[in-house]
């Protein structure tokens, strides 16, 4: 019995931390095309799959010009935790991003060998962040 209200305790625990305002909210490459709704100074990450051995990577071309949200620090990469013991493994790169000021904005990340922008990139996903006052 006391397992039980050990498992029970943790779960509400999760819960209520699932809730907790400031939370970062994420898109993956199923929610293409979909529009984040924000407020300034709110944060919310995308994380895509990647090879990083492969050469590619995820870019965002022309995001320098953004004005409605702003990349928050590198891309980190994580493993796939089934594919970790094997060299070169697939994971996914999760991108951070910022809202600055109210807007609308799409933004296109491009995966692709980040040294050869004369090439089709190989995948693409893109939102629309919608940043309200």
Same mark, same amino acid.
């Given at each position: 019995?006391? &397992?039980?209200?050990?498992?029970? *305790?943790?779960?509400?625990?999760?819960?209520?931390?699932?809730?907790? %305002? !400031? =939370?970062?909210? +994420?898109?993956?490459?199923? #929610? #293409?095309?979909? *529009?984040?709704?924000?407020? %300034?100074?709110?944060?919310?990450?995308?994380?895509?799959?990647?090879?990083?051995?492969?050469?590619?990577?995820?870019?965002?071309? !022309? !995001?320098?010009? +953004? +004005?409605?949200? @702003?990349?928050? &620090?590198?891309?980190?990469? #994580?493993?796939?935790? #089934?594919?970790?013991?094997?060299? &070169?493994?697939?994971?996914? @790169?999760?991108?951070?991003?910022?809202?600055?000021? %109210? !807007?609308?904005?799409?933004?296109?990340?491009?995966?692709?060998? /980040?040294? =050869? =922008?004369?090439?089709? /990139?190989?995948? *693409?996903?893109?939102?629309?962040?919608?940043?309200? %006052?």
């Amino acid at each position: 019995m006391i &397992g039980w209200l050990r498992v029970a *305790t943790a779960a509400a625990l999760l819960l209520a931390g699932a809730c907790v %305002p !400031g =939370d970062t909210s +994420s898109l993956t490459e199923r #929610d #293409d095309g979909k *529009t984040v709704t924000m407020h %300034p100074g709110e944060e919310f990450q995308a994380v895509l799959g990647t090879t990083p051995k492969s050469g590619f990577s995820w870019v965002w071309p !022309g !995001g320098e010009k +953004s +004005s409605v949200v @702003e990349p928050v &620090g590198k891309p980190a990469f #994580d493993r796939d935790i #089934d594919e970790a013991i094997r060299t &070169g493994a697939a994971g996914n @790169e999760t991108w951070r991003f910022r809202a600055v000021k %109210p !807007g609308r904005e799409t933004v296109r990340l491009e995966y692709r060998r /980040p040294w =050869d =922008d004369k090439t089709p /990139p190989e995948r *693409t996903f893109t939102f629309t962040a919608e940043v309200q %006052p």
